[in-house]
């Protein structure tokens, strides 16, 4: 299978990084018009769109995604349009919906995103509770499965702990159904991707970390007997013309770090992730460093030059990966140097591979 690119959409102020290094990246809609525009030129599959609400780790602008994802999909032809949501904040039946309704727009490109959530604040902000770790995602596996019921039955019933149906009716349905993402490190997150999920996203990490993630939940999928599950792995892109330049890069995000921003992050992450009953979250094993680019993405090594990097992606596609999510620290320039010179490389390796593979 061929491999396939994302790219975090930038909508919250402050780029996809804890520093205060000058970043040429813009949240605004006319920003990522421009940016989704440029991924569909150079042959991106997804974007990503964040959710937030309230602001963290210097995102005091934010662009709610659900919205964002139906205006963005009138401006665009090609692009899949990921769309993240908070359950506790959404009732399902009305964001199964909202994203039939973004699926008509786009003509079939829309896809959603559960984050089961680690900022306590956004919760406890608007009123809702804040859940036991594990408990979150059990209400977001009851929250994909409402969506599933809404997208394919004529009525739909569900009696769960956190949500109910009563021969509800969703006309239209999604011309396809829409994809389903999620992340999260944890046993609960595994687990749940193995039973519903289509795409279980990881937090950036080395190859055989990664390497033992899938191949963890992959055997929970295999146990399903539902079929395949795809992977994506986060990854923040640095490419320059040497090695060395984009090192330097690299330490100058790291030597102009916001301290403050980057406790508060930690904080709330690690305090989010410990209260699972293994004592272990997304963000467990995260160093402040890691915790700068706030999904881990240095630790997958996609910084070098474009040779370098795309020998990388080759290697994560050797181990399983199915979706690479970029990220980007000048997303003007950075986001079409990558389409330009490091994808046309990783499909002349692709092609080598398949190559080999027949020989």
Request: aromatic content about 10%; overall charge negative.
């Amino acid at each position: 299978m061929t491999l396939q690119f994302a790219y975090w959409a930038p909508n919250v102020s402050g780029g996809l990084v804890i520093s205060d290094l000058p970043q040429q990246t813009g949240w605004t809609f006319d920003d990522n018009v421009r940016y989704a525009h440029t991924a569909e030129q150079y042959g991106f599959d997804y974007v990503l769109l964040q959710t937030r609400f309230f602001a963290s780790y210097g995102a005091d602008q934010q662009l709610e995604a659900a919205t964002l994802a139906a205006a963005l999909a009138a401006k665009t032809t090609s692009l899949n349009i990921i769309t993240a949501v908070l359950p506790g904040l959404w009732h399902p039946g009305v964001m199964a919906k909202m994203l039939a309704t973004i699926d008509h727009i786009s003509d079939g490109r829309s896809a959603i995103n559960i984050v089961s959530g680690w900022f306590k604040g956004e919760f406890t902000g608007y009123g809702e509770p804040w859940l036991d770790h594990d408990e979150r995602y059990r209400r977001s596996e009851e929250f994909i499965r409402v969506l599933k019921e809404m997208w394919t039955a004529e009525y739909a019933n569900f009696k769960g702990d956190f949500y109910s149906l009563n021969n509800a009716q969703l006309k239209p349905k999604p011309l396809a159904q829409p994809k389903i993402f999620q992340g999260g490190n944890s046993k609960a997150a595994k687990e749940m991707a193995g039973r519903v999920s289509d795409v279980y996203f990881m937090n950036g990490n080395t190859l055989e970390n990664i390497a033992a993630q899938i191949e963890q939940v992959r055997t929970l999928r295999e146990q399903t007997g539902q079929g395949t599950i795809q992977f994506g792995i986060n990854g923040f892109v640095i490419v320059r013309n040497t090695e060395e330049e984009a090192k330097q890069v690299l330490r100058d995000i790291v030597t102009n770090a916001n301290q403050e921003a980057v406790a508060g992050f930690k904080q709330s992450v690690k305090s989010a992730g410990a209260a699972s009953p293994e004592g272990e979250g997304m963000w467990a094993h995260a160093s402040d460093e890691d915790l700068l680019q706030y999904n881990e993405g240095f630790k997958t090594g996609l910084i070098g030059t474009a040779e370098q990097v795309a020998d990388r992606i080759i290697e994560l596609k050797k181990i399983g990966v199915d979706i690479v999510l970029t990220g980007f620290l000048h997303y003007e320039e950075d986001l079409e140097a990558f389409g330009k010179n490091v994808l046309p490389l990783v499909r002349e390796k692709e092609k080598q591979l398949q190559l080999e593979a027949i020989s």
